[in-house]
């Protein structure tokens, strides 16, 4: 169609042209075929130009459609690492300096670290557990070197309890800083655990882990400053601007 349309207008352009030069027509004391000629390429500039802005927009849409699609998929091989106990998979949805910020710990903690640690405390503690991820809106940089994303989670804990297995569920949401790696992939640089409910059993469980020896690292109690709150002063309007769909300043690691 672009082609087409760009076809026809230098035809036509091309045929005015003609005519008025067989002619010796003068517009305004002007040769018109000169004057012609003139508005034709002026016009051929601005549908240029008007197509190069809209081919720039489509591909910048299909480019974050495959970019989501993949950190979709990056967000899912954490889940999968934490319920199949696999440090290594873990470590893959994230780059090699990547930060973990979660409430139950004190301090935001290498990926490597973590990995080991949680799946350590999930095996030891819990019979099985399973995440589901919903709800993400991911934003880009100008320039599709990062991204920032927040995505929901459910985290069934099934654990023993009072002789009988009951689920320790944790609602709550991840907030990522994307950085695009040498490979192409959009990896976590933070990630910044929310808490949005959790439930007694899973405390009860928290606090038992404190005291259990046979744990390599030790979980907390969750820390104000990873728990969501449903206003506006929630971390989450501080990571993206919902309304223009672009990231803040104030992003995961500040």
């Given amino acids: 169609p672009v082609k087409t349309i760009v076809g026809v207008v230098v035809l036509f352009g091309l045929m005015a042209y003609s005519a008025a030069l067989e002619a010796g027509a003068t517009i305004y004391g002007l040769e018109a075929a000169d004057v012609i000629a003139s508005v034709a390429i ?12 809209k081919l720039a927009t ?36 994230f780059t090699d300096d990547g930060v973990m910020d979660i409430p139950n710990l004190p301090t935001p903690v290498d990926v490597k670290e973590f990995s080991v640690g949680a799946t350590d405390f999930l095996g030891k503690t819990l019979v099985a557990s399973m995440h589901n991820v919903s709800n993400p809106f991911v934003v880009f940089a100008a320039d599709m070197s990062t991204a920032e994303s927040s995505i929901y989670f459910i985290a069934n804990h099934f654990k023993v309890i009072d002789g009988r297995v009951q689920n320790a569920t944790v609602y709550g949401r991840y907030c990522d800083s994307w950085q695009m790696c040498d490979d192409g992939k959009f990896r976590i640089s933070y990630r910044k ?54 990231p803040l300043a104030a992003a995961a690691q500040a």
């Fill in 42 to 53: 002026v016009v051929l500039v601005g549908m240029v130009s008007n197509l190069s802005r």
């Fill in 58 to 93: 489509q591909q910048r849409m299909v480019a974050e459609v495959a970019a989501k699609t993949q950190i979709l998929e990056f967000a899912g091989l954490y889940t999968r690492g934490i319920d199949r106990l696999d440090p290594e998979m873990i470590r893959l949805a």
């Fill in 193 to 246: 655990l929310l808490y949005d409910f959790q439930g007694d059993d899973w405390n009860k469980a928290i606090e038992a882990a404190k005291n259990n020896a046979d744990l390599s690292h030790k979980p907390s109690v969750a820390r104000h400053e990873n728990l969501g709150t449903r206003d506006k002063a929630d971390y989450d309007y501080a990571h993206i601007d919902f309304k223009t769909a672009t």
